[in-house]
């Protein structure tokens, strides 16, 4: 089975989406096969891999509900190696479908049950990334609940800290009571601006408040970031040589050796 990475904070705008898609196409350039799976209803990672609203015919909606399984999903994007379920705004009604449901925390790990049967080009999925809403509703509990290890996207920003200690929480909660084997996989700090003395503070205020779980690896604030997602494209694709196409490279050498010190603990 792939690992699976949820992608969490219920902070909007820390940039957890372009960390999905560049984190994929990362992942995909150094030969791995990823899954994105679009959990947030807005659909933007879905968006900025150039997938059509048309064509988003069976939707992580459908995942959720038990309708379709990933092999009937997950449709490849214009990416190498890269597959995506897409969103749509189905997603914002899910929760009044499944909330009086037993098993209504267990329906993403329940769809993940074929997992083993998606191939990417031929080969099977090694990576399963899942783009959550920027709440902690019972879209992201699935989510957290279905992972295996959970990344922290956080904005080099004033109140950066805020809220974290909820996430942290609810993290806790799940790994006690839904999903034992949940780890923090890490804490990634985006939107960073070198010319900025707060972005500096705010770095080291979050180092010093969560020690090693936070990756040595910065994602600057950077145009072309902003840029790719209005051409449907990853930034790496976009601008392989920009500062945040290489710096989410370095993200994924980072998160392929931490996920191998968690295998072997």
Do not use: H
Not at 86 to 113: C, H, M, W, Y
Not at 244 to 261: C, D, F, K, N, P
């Amino acid at each position: 089975m792939p690992r699976i990475i949820t992608l969490a904070n219920q902070k909007g705008g820390v940039g957890k989406t372009t960390t999905a898609i560049n984190l994929a196409t990362a992942l995909a350039a150094i030969g791995e096969r990823v899954l994105i799976v679009d959990l947030d209803p807005q659909g933007n990672a879905s968006t900025g891999l150039g997938i059509d609203r048309k064509a988003r015919e069976v939707s992580s909606y459908d995942l959720v509900v038990g309708e379709a399984g990933v092999t009937e999903a997950a449709i490849m994007t214009g990416v190498p190696n890269v597959a995506i379920v897409p969103s749509t705004l189905d997603l914002l009604g899910v929760e009044q479908v499944i909330a009086t449901q037993p098993d209504r925390a267990f329906k993403l790990r329940n769809a993940f049950r074929s997992l083993g049967d998606l191939v990417i080009e031929g080969k099977a999925v090694t990576y399963v990334l899942i783009d959550c809403p920027p709440s902690l509703n019972l879209l992201t509990v699935n989510a957290l609940v279905a992972a295996d290890a959970v990344l922290v996207p956080m904005q080099c920003e004033f109140f950066a800290l805020e809220g974290l200690s909820q996430l942290l929480q609810t993290i806790e909660q799940i790994r006690t009571n839904l999903n034992p084997r949940l780890a923090i996989q890490g804490v990634v700090m985006t939107m960073f601006d070198k010319r900025n003395t707060l972005s500096e503070q705010v770095l080291n205020d979050v180092r010093g408040t969560m020690g090693n779980l936070v990756y040595e690896t910065v994602i600057p604030r950077n145009v072309r970031l902003s840029e790719a997602p209005s051409y449907g494209k990853p930034a790496l694709l976009y601008d392989l040589k920009c500062a945040g196409s290489q710096a989410y490279l370095r993200l994924a050498t980072e998160v392929i050796r931490r996920e191998r010190q968690l295998a072997a603990a």
